[in-house]
């Protein structure tokens, strides 16, 4: 079990980005949480299989269409013991 800090950058906001993650993140058995920051960025914190995480990350540098992902930045950190995966409003 690992878990991620994930930083997406690009047009990744008003294009269903926290709904495709949250599917995504579902389909793969991930757990954590998706949510849109001020400063235009999408931050993920996801927790699962390292094979999972890696094809989750993978979907993460596609996102959906309509969106244009210019970067992505991970970062492992400690265990947080999610049960869940879900998105949280701000």
């Keep these: 079990?690992?878990?991620f800090r994930i930083f997406v950058m690009g047009f990744?906001?008003?294009?269903?980005?926290?709904?495709?993650?949250?599917d995504t993140a579902e389909s793969l058995e991930i757990k954590g949480y998706v949510r849109n920051?001020?400063?235009?960025?999408v931050e993920i914190l996801a927790e699962g299989d390292i094979d999972k995480l890696k094809?989750?990350?993978?979907?993460?540098?596609?996102?959906?269409?309509g969106s244009r992902v210019k970067n992505v930045e991970t970062?492992?950190?400690?265990?947080q013991g999610f049960t869940i995966f879900k998105?949280?409003?701000?």
Aim: glycine fraction near 6%; proline fraction near 3%.
């Design 1 to 3: 079990m690992k878990t």
């Design 75 to 79: 970062n492992e950190i400690n265990h």
């Design 55 to 65: 094809d989750f990350i993978d979907a993460c540098k596609i996102g959906p269409l």
């Design 37 to 41: 920051l001020d400063d235009s960025r």
């Design 12 to 22: 990744v906001q008003g294009v269903n980005f926290r709904s495709f993650i949250k």
């Design 87 to 90: 998105i949280m409003r701000n």
